[in-house]
C-alpha cells in the first residue's frame, strides 16, 4: 500500500518559514517525480513545485518562486518543501504528489496557515 504522509504545517505570521515534509511508504520515491500542491479555500488545487527523480530538474509556480525550495532525499524516501518569507496568500492545504507515468499518488494534505 502507498503512503505519502505530510508534516510541518502549522500556523505562522507573514515573513516567517515553515519547511514540509513528504515522508513516502510503499514505492521508491527514486523513480517518481515529486511535487507539491496547494489548495486554497474555494480555489482550484494548484501547482507550487515539482522536482524530477534525480533532483536535478525543478519547476516552482510563479507566485513562489524565489521564496520557497523543493528538494527530496530518496534514501529516506522524503520530499520536502521549505518555504520562506510566507504571505498570507500562501495559505492552504498542501498536497504531496509522487507520479511515474500513469501512476500518480497523493497525500491527504497539511494545513499551512498564514497570519498577516
Known amino acids: 500500500q502507498v503512503q505519502l504522509v505530510e508534516s510541518g504545517g502549522g500556523l505562522v505570521q507573514a515573513g516567517g518559514s515553515l519547511r514540509l515534509s513528504c515522508a513516502t511508504s510503499g514505492v521508491s520515491i527514486s523513480i517518481y517525480a515529486m511535487g507539491w500542491y496547494r489548495q486554497a479555500a474555494g480555489k482550484q488545487r494548484e501547482l507550487v513545485a515539482t522536482?524530477?527523480?534525480?533532483?536535478?530538474?525543478?519547476e516552482y509556480a510563479d507566485s513562489v518562486w524565489g521564496r520557497f525550495t523543493i528538494s527530496r532525499d530518496n534514501g529516506k524516501n522524503t520530499v520536502y518543501l521549505q518555504m520562506n518569507n510566507l504571505k498570507p496568500e500562501d495559505t492552504a492545504v498542501y498536497y504531496c504528489?509522487?507520479?511515474?507515468?500513469?501512476?500518480?499518488?497523493w497525500g491527504q494534505g497539511i494545513q499551512v496557515t498564514v497570519s498577516s
Open positions: 504528489d509522487a507520479k511515474r507515468g500513469t501512476r500518480n499518488y
Open positions: 522536482i524530477s527523480t534525480g533532483g536535478g530538474v525543478t
